[in-house]
């Protein structure tokens, strides 16, 4: 018989899922995490159970990065450093991945000097990639741990994970365990790394989905909320894996108004800026970068609105910085500086900005006031 109405994942009709979505180490924590409160947000619109993490916050964690880099920062002679914490991250990432994947433990260690090599020009023995790798596998322990405690704490029914290039490896891990301890949970995987290291037009992006298709249900690429509701409703074929905005129709949400958010879950006293955004996509065309393939094109949003969500912003939550979310702040802070001007409200802003504009007094005694 013909089924009619709205049926979920499971095929039951209406039913709402439990959905945890997560933030997973290493991304510092400036802002609160913006994807996965956006689709919070929207899900709780449409009657679903969401609950956002942010494990970034976690100090555990925090502190075996630290002394992992500490550890590292002994070996390498001074004048090798270079940017330590920037290029060493490097190192960090690389050895967390191959971490999960190895299985001939003297090919991985070898791959580990190799990877301090590569990046610093320096040889490490055995000991010392020992050393290195005791917080490695402590981190992964404390991973598996804290993230077993989580799914049987929220018992979700769907897990989706926003991940960035530094957030790979320990997603990767969560989706393996999710999947080997709860083999009913749905697993969802979307964030920024498809516009970069995990772009559909990389090489890399094939061999990647060959080697998860066993813990990661569904991929999707560029905005979540239409096809996450899409795949929640059971409107999208079951034997399509991944999935973009052409499976709804090419249609995006956009701006996003100030209250889409959903920041319940998260204190923002824990974070050093909110966040805020004038325009969305780039003007410019590089070659080379995917941000305007992956956003479409250049859109302002009215700075009028821009600057009174920040203001709300600020009266909610206290905070004075913002870190504005836009490729580049040129082509917007002008319009934005006037209207705070207007507003006679005292706010301070950040953003990545093409410094060209900067080589003016008058553009600069503009921003600051
Ligand atoms: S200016 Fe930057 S963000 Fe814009 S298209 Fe070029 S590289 Fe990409």
């Known amino acids: ?20 979505l997560a933030l997973l180490p290493f991304w510092t924590p400036l802002i609160p995490p913006q ?55 490097d190192v960090w990432r690389e050895h967390m991945m191959a971490h999960i994947n190895y299985e001939d433990e003297k090919k991985y260690f070898q791959l580990v000097k190799i990877l301090v090599y590569k990046v610093f020009y320096c040889n490490l023995d055995d000991a010392r990639v020992l050393e290195l790798e005791y917080f490695v596998t402590e981190f992964y322990s404390k991973m598996e741990y804290y993230f077993l405690n989580l799914l049987d704490k929220e018992k979700p029914d769907v897990l989706g994970i926003s991940v960035y290039r530094d957030t790979l490896p320990a997603s990767l891990f969560a989706f393996k365990l999710a999947k080997k301890r709860y083999p ?49 409703q059971g409107r999208l074929p079951e034997s399509q894996r991944v999935f973009t905005k052409h499976d709804v129709n090419g249609e995006t949400l956009g701006f996003t108004p100030v209250d889409m958010f959903d920041f319940s879950d998260f204190n923002p006293n824990h974070y050093s800026y909110l966040a805020a955004q004038g325009s969305s996509s780039c003007p410019n065309q590089c070659s080379f970068c995917n941000v305007t393939s992956f956003y479409g094109e250049f859109k302002k949003k009215n700075p009028r609105q821009t600057v009174e969500e920040m203001i709300e912003l600020f009266q909610k939550y206290g905070t004075q910085l913002f870190y504005m979310l836009d490729a580049l702040v040129n082509e917007v802070v002008f319009d934005i500086a006037e209207e705070f001007i207007k507003s006679g409200v005292s706010l301070y802003w950040d953003g990545y900005f093409r410094v060209d504009d900067a080589c003016s007094r008058e553009n600069a005694l503009l921003w600051r006031r």
């Open 1 to 20: 018989m013909k089924k009619t109405g709205t049926y979920n994942i499971r095929g039951n009709q209406c039913g709402k899922e439990k959905i945890l």
């Open 35 to 89: 994807g996965i409160s956006r689709i919070k947000g929207f899900l709780r619109k449409y009657g679903y159970r969401v609950k956002t993490v942010d494990v970034n916050l976690e100090d555990d964690f925090r502190k075996l990065y630290d002394k992992y880099f500490n550890t590292l920062r002994q070996y390498i002679p001074e004048h090798k450093r270079g940017n330590f914490y920037n290029i060493g991250n």
């Open 184 to 232: 009913r949970i749905k697993t969802i995987m979307g964030g920024g790394i498809f516009i970069s290291q995990l772009s559909p037009n990389s090489p890399n992006f094939n061999f990647f989905r060959e080697k998860t298709e066993r813990f990661i249900d569904k991929i999707i690429i560029g905005e979540g909320e239409l096809p996450f509701l899409k795949f929640l």
